[in-house]
């Protein structure tokens, strides 16, 4: 930056090489705003933070990048992004050149600040390397990008997006050729490449490149008929029903991409058009209106859709995240009050409903061919159902880089996969998007509504219908914050490192899996069919009351997660009300002794 050219020698921080770390920012970064922030710091001696900021590099981790935005390399900005495209584009050139210089990479961004500057830069890096860039002219939905991936056979996909996390943090997500987020070894390499490929050509930063070069395009026309066209293909049944149902919903993007992608969603089902949270409808990068723009914290994020809902006379809500790859559901009760599901509730209805549409159009297929997917600290429901069905089921390591990738196995198998979840509220219905997607399982689950309320019913009462039929299935998931990584290796180093506890409290565990080193006490070899995971905290605890109780660390927010789920057989005389207060006492008990959430300092969900 020519203008900080004479700052730079004043720097003094009284650590030479901090000095120098400053100084080789400043000569690299051609952003004017994190420049000025660097040398704010600087001028507030925030010396501590600024060795963290220049010292450390972001993680090249869970399916790429995320980070808070600002100077430094462990931020998001223009120059991490660019040194993050140059090295996986050599990757790509390297392990599938023909592909790439073909058929290119696809890139796609949300409505975050930055972001569409970020996939700019990204598509520049791209075009430098000699391979083609589809890149959106507009934001997107996450699912659009992994739909596009498919459509156009590229090599990769890139989409600039923090999906629900704070309005300071923006990331990088990576998909692989066959259209899932990538998984081992392409991390890993990836991660190397970048660090081989740290310096920045000056012609990285011309962003008018994208209007004169050939070697761009823009998906987005092409992209938005053939996602739809596809999408109805999920259309099950008469649309005029639809369209005559006394169901008034009411939908929120809360401040992200999703109102005009929804509204097309209906329109495609012949669904009557939702009502808008005004407040949330259009695209804002600073969420003003909830402290996290995550519909998964419940009622404390969809109070404002709930007092639209109520001036409206709406009994259901559906809303997406910010980038539109979840989807949460709320229904009023007869009391008025209103019930939010959780995602395992969400999962076992729409799980149920994805077998019960696709058996009414495609009666002949035999269930041995079908197959569904749940992470492995989602609900057993599914399991369950497919017990008594005929159906397949796997579960897999927490993400859907694990149950995409696992599904596209199967489907080269011959095999049809109906549908994946994870609890956080993550639906990958059907097979058009292989990552989760919010923009299809929206529809989906409010034409259910529609017919269910036609007859007189609702989701609540058809909830409670599948768990006559399956059994009870109920789930008590939560998660601390804990902002120090050494606290977290303690905690679990605790549970680990003398020996595998044998009690929780008066509970006593029967198993234990741990994901992180690849033990299971339940085979003979002790080994866990799993994939081992060293980069994530995660134990698994089987009880012998039957719950299961699951500890892990978030891929992507500071944050320690816990899971725990408690079964009754179908015809069982325990009542739900008797099992979820044996399970709330587990789970606290599992909090107390496993976590001590006040020796450590941790912070409870809020809300």
Not at 18 to 23: A, G, R, T
Not at 250 to 260: E, I, L, N, S, W
Request: hydrophobic share 35%; proline share 5%; net charge negative.
């Amino acid at each position: 930056m020519q203008d900080l050219t004479a700052k730079e020698a004043d720097i003094k921080t009284g650590s030479s090489k901090l000095d120098e770390e400053i100084q080789s920012w400043l000569s690299i970064d051609r952003n004017e705003s994190t420049c000025a922030q660097l040398l704010s710091m600087v001028k507030e001696r925030q010396y501590t933070e600024l060795e963290a900021l220049l010292t450390n590099r972001m993680a090249f981790g869970t399916a790429g990048l995320r980070a808070r935005m600002g100077p430094g390399y462990a931020c998001m900005n223009d120059v991490t992004v660019i040194q993050t495209s140059q090295g996986f584009g050599k990757y790509l050139l390297e392990v599938q050149e023909s592909l790439a210089k073909e058929n290119g990479v696809a890139i796609g961004f949300d409505a975050r600040h930055n972001s569409a500057r970020f996939a700019k830069l990204a598509a520049v890096a791209m075009i430098r390397l000699g391979i083609p860039v589809h890149l959106f002219s507009d934001y997107t939905p996450t699912p659009f990008l992994a739909y596009s991936v498919r459509k156009y056979k590229t090599a990769a996909g890139i989409m600039v997006t923090a999906s629900h996390n704070p309005k300071d943090d923006n990331g990088y997500k990576v998909f692989w050729s066959n259209g899932a987020q990538i998984i081992p070894p392409h991390d890993r390499n990836i991660a190397q490449h970048i660090l081989e490929n740290l310096e920045i050509h000056p012609e990285a930063w011309n962003i008018d490149l994208l209007g004169t070069s050939k070697l761009r395009s823009d998906p987005y026309a092409d992209i938005f008929s053939n996602y739809y066209k596809d999408l109805e293909n999920y259309v099950v049944g008469d649309k005029n029903s639809l369209a005559s149902s006394n169901l008034k919903l009411t939908y929120t993007p809360m401040h992200g991409v999703g109102q005009k992608f929804m509204k097309q969603s209906f329109t495609v089902f012949g669904l009557n058009q939702f009502v808008s949270v005004l407040e949330q409808s259009e695209p804002d990068p600073d969420f003003p209106t909830v402290t996290f723009p995550n519909p998964e914290e419940g009622k404390s994020a969809l109070d404002l859709a709930m007092k639209a809902a109520d001036a409206n006379g709406s009994n259901v809500i559906i809303a997406n995240d910010p980038d539109a790859d979840r989807l949460a559901c709320a229904e009023r009760s007869e009391s008025g009050s209103w019930r939010v599901f959780n995602g395992n509730e969400l999962g076992s209805m729409l799980g149920t409903i994805a077998y019960e549409n696709f058996k009414s159009t495609n009666p002949n297929i035999p269930n041995e061919k079908l197959y569904m997917v749940a992470s492995t600290v989602s609900s057993k429901f599914l399991k369950s159902m497919s017990q008594q069905e005929g159906f397949l089921f796997e579960e897999c390591l927490t993400g859907f880089k694990w149950m995409a990738n696992y599904a596209l196995r199967k489907m080269a198998e011959g095999y049809t996969c109906l549908f994946a979840y994870e609890e956080s509220i993550g639906y990958m219905y059907g097979t058009n998007v292989m990552d989760k997607d919010g923009i299809s399982a929206g529809p989906v689950l409010a034409a259910y509504a529609s017919k269910l309320y036609n007859k007189g019913s609702t989701l609540s009462q058809y909830l409670h219908s599948l768990y006559a039929k399956y059994g009870y299935h109920i789930s008590n998931d939560s998660y601390y914050l804990c902002y120090d990584p050494p606290t977290i290796q303690t905690i679990f180093r605790a549970l680990r490192d003398n020996g595998y506890p044998t009690h929780c409290g008066k509970y006593k565990i029967i198993n234990v899996r741990d994901v992180t080193t690849g033990y299971d006490s339940s085979f003979e070899d002790k080994k866990s069919v799993l994939p081992t995971d060293p980069s994530c905290q995660m134990l698994t605890f089987s009880f012998d009351n039957g719950c299961v109780g699951t500890l892990r660390t978030s891929g992507t927010e500071p944050k320690i997660k816990y899971y725990t789920e408690i079964i009754s057989p179908p015809q069982s005389e325990s009542s739900r009300e008797v099992l979820a207060e044996q399970l709330v006492d587990l789970k606290n008990t599992l909090i107390e002794t496993f976590l001590q959430p006040e020796k450590h300092g941790l912070k409870a969900k809020s809300g």
